[in-house]
């Protein structure tokens, strides 16, 4: 019988990569902790990220299509909102999930442990309550640490959490601001200026690079500014945010652009600038783990300088996505328990953006693609052209597909469009399969679907569009 405080597997960090990891290390007989210094398991992700703002986002998209009933044949009166209840479904949302995750525990017989843990020589992990005292000492054949990352701000910005917030903030505020200047337009500042735009706030969206969602494919956030624009949405690339300044009645951003010094006025300002890595406090310099950029440094099987330490997520650097943290999370424990599989497959990772309309994409674009030395041939299909898109009234967007001119092997897809964050799942695995264009051409897709875009955009890059 081991001792009760000595695990094969101690996990830090419930978010979906460490709640995960320890499912993993369950299914394959290891002896699991996880702990946790938040009262709700899920992470970011589940309680503040991924899930409540796609309720949210879900919400700003069923507002608008009510707006355009008369459309499709529908007389209704004055569609309005009630802004609290509109909050309060997306916290419901993320409280029903945290809760699937408490049961998941208990189902795989993972052993959670309250507290905030801290490497020790061993190795160990201290679990500390809150008022910072050791209250456990675990024992841990393999630390696996899984703390994710909290957001970034720019030098000289205060970030006070009424005027001057983040995207956890931006998620419940009481009411509806007026105005809000976004900074930064990767995947929250755009998710979030979709979401206020569409309720009504003027959104500012202030971007460094000189596109939005950066680093999507060119033509692709070329399409969504435009989009965005004609939605409301005032957007303004590759500036040089100088200065916030933040008080009681409102927010100052000062910035500088093609057309020279500009100060910018709202209610409120998100900083959507990109996150860090959760690396201190955790005991890294007592074990000698290694670090780079604000993140834990690893190997292709998530391990660390450091034997029996590996790490995982957004912890472990970027792209910080809940669906990578997860891979990695299998991946660390199925290389712990010694099981034959490769590394994980980094060339289709997908990307998606859950504005309207959306954004997805996986492996190279067209321009990554010519970069990397590929002669390539690239295939469009316009939604406008889809009988499925026209018949859901959803025909703005298209599928871009970039594929190497030799072979006809699938280097990566870009899509904008309704279920684009669905449509690039088939893509993904036809990479991970390395599929030529034949395959995706020669595999029926259901008529009518949006998913035959992907089909005719396959043909397209090689003269075989059908319904071109
Ligand atoms: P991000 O890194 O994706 O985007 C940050 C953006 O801010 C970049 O476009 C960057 O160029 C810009 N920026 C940086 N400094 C700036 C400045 N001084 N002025 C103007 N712009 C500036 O980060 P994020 O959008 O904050 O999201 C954080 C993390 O969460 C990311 O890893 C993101 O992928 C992830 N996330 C993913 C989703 C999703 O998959 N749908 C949703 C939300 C967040």
Not at 163 to 190: D, H, K, N, Y
Not at 299 to 305: A, L, V
Not at 316 to 327: E, K, N, R, T, W
Request: charged share 20%; aromatic share 6%; proline share 4%.
């Amino acid at each position: 019988m081991p001792a009760p405080d000595a695990f094969d597997v101690v996990v830090i960090g419930g978010g979906p990569g460490g709640y995960t990891a320890a499912i993993r290390a369950a299914q394959l007989g290891l002896r699991a902790a996880l702990v946790e210094k938040e009262e709700k398991l899920g992470g970011i992700c589940l309680n503040w990220g991924c899930i409540p703002t796609k309720a949210l986002l879900k919400q700003a998209e069923l507002y608008r299509l009510f707006q355009r009933a008369g459309e499709f044949g529908f007389t209704v009166g004055q569609v309005g909102f009630d802004w609290k209840k509109v909050v309060q479904r997306s916290r419901q949302v993320a409280e029903r999930l945290h809760q699937g995750v408490e049961y998941l525990m208990k189902k795989n017989k993972v052993e959670v442990v309250r507290g905030r843990g801290r490497l020790a020589q061993g190795p160990k992990v201290e679990v500390r309550d809150s008022k910072g005292e050791v209250a456990r000492t675990l024992a841990a054949r393999h630390v696996v640490l899984a703390t994710g990352s909290r957001p970034q701000t720019l030098p000289g910005v205060q970030l006070d959490g009424a005027q001057a917030i983040t995207s956890r903030e931006a998620m419940v505020l009481e009411q509806l601001p007026q105005s809000l200047a976004i900074i930064g337009a990767g995947a929250i500042g755009v998710e979030f200026a979709y979401f206020f735009n569409a309720f009504g706030t003027q959104v500012t969206l202030l971007e460094a690079l000189p596109q939005i969602l950066p680093r999507e494919d060119e033509e692709v956030a070329g399409l969504l500014t435009k989009s965005l624009a004609k939605q409301g949405v005032q957007i303004a690339a590759g500036v040089q945010v100088c200065s916030v300044k933040a008080g009681a009645k409102g927010v100052e951003v000062q910035y500088r652009g093609k057309d020279g010094e500009v100060v910018l006025k709202a209610e409120k300002v998100l900083m959507a600038v990109g996150v860090v890595g959760n690396t201190e406090e955790l005991g890294l310099e007592t074990l000698g783990v290694k670090t780079v950029k604000g993140a834990v440094e690893v190997n292709d099987r998530q391990e660390t300088n450091v034997k029996g330490i590996c790490a995982i997520g957004d912890v472990a650097g970027p792209p910080q996505l809940a669906h990578v943290a997860a891979a990695e999370g299998v991946a660390a424990v199925d290389f712990i328990a010694g099981h034959q599989r490769a590394p994980l497959d980094r060339t289709s990772i997908p990307f998606c953006t859950y504005c309207q309309p959306q954004v997805a994409s996986m492996g190279l674009s067209e321009a990554q693609a010519k970069k990397a030395g590929h002669q390539v041939k690239v295939g469009r299909f316009p939604f406008s052209a889809s009988g499925k898109a026209l018949a859901a009234g959803e025909s703005e967007g298209l599928v871009k597909l970039v594929f190497d001119a030799k072979y006809g092997e699938l280097l990566g897809a870009s899509i904008i469009g309704a279920e684009a964050t669905e449509l690039i799942a088939e893509l993904g695995l036809a990479r991970h399969l390395e599929a030529t264009y034949e395959e995706l051409l020669h595999t029926m897709h259901a008529h009518p679907t949006l998913s035959e875009g992907v089909m005719e955009a396959a043909g397209e890059a090689f003269g075989l569009a059908l319904n071109l």
